[in-house]
C-alpha cells in the first residue's frame, strides 16, 4: 500500500503527537520458530518515547505480535526493567534459542537492551528471558555496565547489543564499547560468550577495533551463513570511514581476525556504499548458497553525497569467499531518507527477516511523520535476484 508518496508500507506504531523526542525508532524482528500457532509467529519491538498511556515514567521496550508471517500485527506485551529502576531506554535486540541452552529450553527468547536513568549517567546492557513466547519476562544478567549515555564526548558508554549461538553451542552477546579509550580506541566492538544461557559471562574479546583514537566501529549484528560461517556487519563512525558499512567473517562467532582489519566494504562496483545503522541477513533465495543480503540507513556515493535510490535499496551478493561483490537491489520498504526529511533518526534502524523459504523478506524502519517524530514502519514483498 502506497501511503501519502512519502513511503511504502504500513505503521506499526505512530506515536502520540505530543511524543517526546523520535517517537520511536530502532525496531527489531524475530521469528518464533517454536511456537504453539498454526501461523508463522514474528515478535517486534523498539525504542518508544513517551506512550501516552503508561502510567510509569519509566520507558520500556514495547512488544508486538504476528501471527501471518508479518503482514499484521497486534501489540502483545512489554518489556520492562526489573533490575534497575531505570527504564530500558535504548537498543532493544530479540532472539529465540534455536536449541536448550543453559537453564532454558528450545524455544525460549531473550532480549537485551540499554537500561540508562533519566539523566543519563549509566548505560547497562541487559538481558532478559521469556519462557511464554514473550508474554512474561524476567531479568537474567548484565552483559556490560558502562559511563555516560552519550556518544563521542569522551565518556564511557556501552551500547547496541546483538546475540548468537556460536559454532561451540555458547551465547555470545556482541555491542559497541566506548570504555577503552586510554588504549586509544574511541569506540569498538566487542563480544562476551556465556556457557551458561546468559547467566554469566566470559572476558570480552574484541572483533572490531581501530587503535588510532578517532575511528568508532559500532552496531553489530551477526547473521550465520549455510556453510556454517557467521558474517558480522558493523559501521565505523569517523573521518576515515564517515559511517561506511563493513563486513567480517568468523569460523565460530567468535575469531574474527585481527580486530584492525575492517573487513569488506559494503559497496558496489560503482562505488555506491551503505553506510550507518547497518542489518545483514542471508536468504535462500538467489545463488546456488542462497544471498547476503544488507540494509543501512543512507546508500551514499563515493564522494560521500546521498546516492540515487537512497532509501528504497538494498546491497546484495552471493560472493560468500571475498565479499566483494554486491548489486543493488530494490528494497520492501521504501521512504524518505534522513537526508530527505532533514532529522536523523530516519532509518535507524532497519532490520530484514526472509520467509523460511526466501519467497518474501520483511523490512522494518523508522519512518518521518510530522514536524522530527519518526513512527515505525513496514513491507513485504518478493525480491528480485
Known amino acids: 500500500m502506497t501511503t501519502g508518496g512519502s513511503r511504502t508500507g504500513d505503521a506499526l506504531y505512530t506515536p502520540p503527537a505530543d511524543a517526546p523526542g523520535a517517537g520511536a525508532m530502532y525496531p527489531r524482528v524475530v521469528r518464533v520458530d517454536h511456537d504453539d500457532s498454526e501461523g508463522e509467529t514474528l515478535l517486534a519491538t523498539f525504542e518508544q518515547y513517551g506512550t501516552g498511556d503508561d502510567e510509569s515514567a519509566q520507558p520500556y521496550f514495547p512488544l508486538y505480535r504476528s501471527e501471518d508471517g508479518g503482514r499484521t500485527w497486534s501489540r502483545f506485551s512489554e518489556i520492562r526493567d526489573t533490575q534497575n529502576g531505570w527504564g530500558l531506554r535504548f537498543q532493544p535486540t530479540l532472539f529465540e534459542l534455536p536449541e536448550p541452552i543453559g537453564p532454558w529450553s528450545t524455544g525460549t527468547i531473550l532480549a537485551a537492551g540499554n537500561s540508562i536513568p533519566d539523566d543519563r549517567s549509566r548505560t547497562k546492557i541487559d538481558v532478559y528471558a521469556s519462557e511464554d513466547g514473550g508474554r512474561n519476562w524476567s531479568y537474567v544478567s548484565t552483559v556490560a555496565t558502562g559511563g555516560k549515555a552519550v556518544p563521542q564526548v569522551g565518556a564511557t558508554p556501552v551500547w547496541e547489543p546483538e546475540f548468537a549461538i556460536d559454532a561451540d553451542g ?184 526472509p520467509s523460511p523459504d526466501g519467497d518474501r523478506l520483511l523490512q522494518l524502519t523508522s519512518t518521518s511523520v510530522e514536524g522530527e517524530r519518526c513512527e515505525i514502519s513496514y513491507a513485504a514483498e518478493s525480491l528480485e535476484l
Open 170 to 353: 555458547d551465547l555470545v552477546c556482541y555491542f559497541a564499547d566506548e570504555r577503552h579509550r586510554e588504549d586509544g580506541y574511541n569506540q569498538l566492538v566487542g563480544h562476551r560468550v556465556s556457557g551458561d544461557g546468559g547467566r554469566t559471562w566470559g572476558e570480552e574479546t574484541f572483533d572490531a577495533a581501530i587503535p588510532d583514537g578517532e575511528q568508532r566501529p559500532g552496531m553489530p549484528v551477526v547473521t550465520k551463513l549455510p556453510d556454517g560461517r557467521y558474517a558480522m556487519v558493523f559501521e565505523i563512525v569517523g573521518p576515515e570511514y564517515e559511517g561506511g558499512i563493513f563486513l567480517k567473517t568468523s569460523p565460530d562467532g567468535r575469531d574474527w581476525g585481527d580486530p584492525a582489519d575492517v573487513g569488506s566494504p559494503v559497496r558496489t562496483a560503482e562505488g555506491y556504499q551503505l553506510t550507518n545503522g547497518p542489518y545483514v541477513t542471508w536468504t535462500p533465495a538467489g545463488g546456488d548458497e542462497g544471498t547476503v543480503l544488507v540494509s543501512g540507513k543512507t546508500l551514499r556515493d563515493s564522494d560521500g553525497d546521498q546516492a540515487p535510490g537512497s532509501g528504497r535499496t538494498l546491497l546484495a551478493t552471493t560472493d560468500f569467499s571475498e565479499f566483494d561483490s554486491w548489486e543493488a537491489v530494490s528494497a520492501p520498504l521504501r521512504f524518505e531518507d534522513a537526508i530527505d526529511v532533514g532529522h536523523e533518526t530516519v532509518g535507524w534502524t532497519t532490520p530484514l527477516l
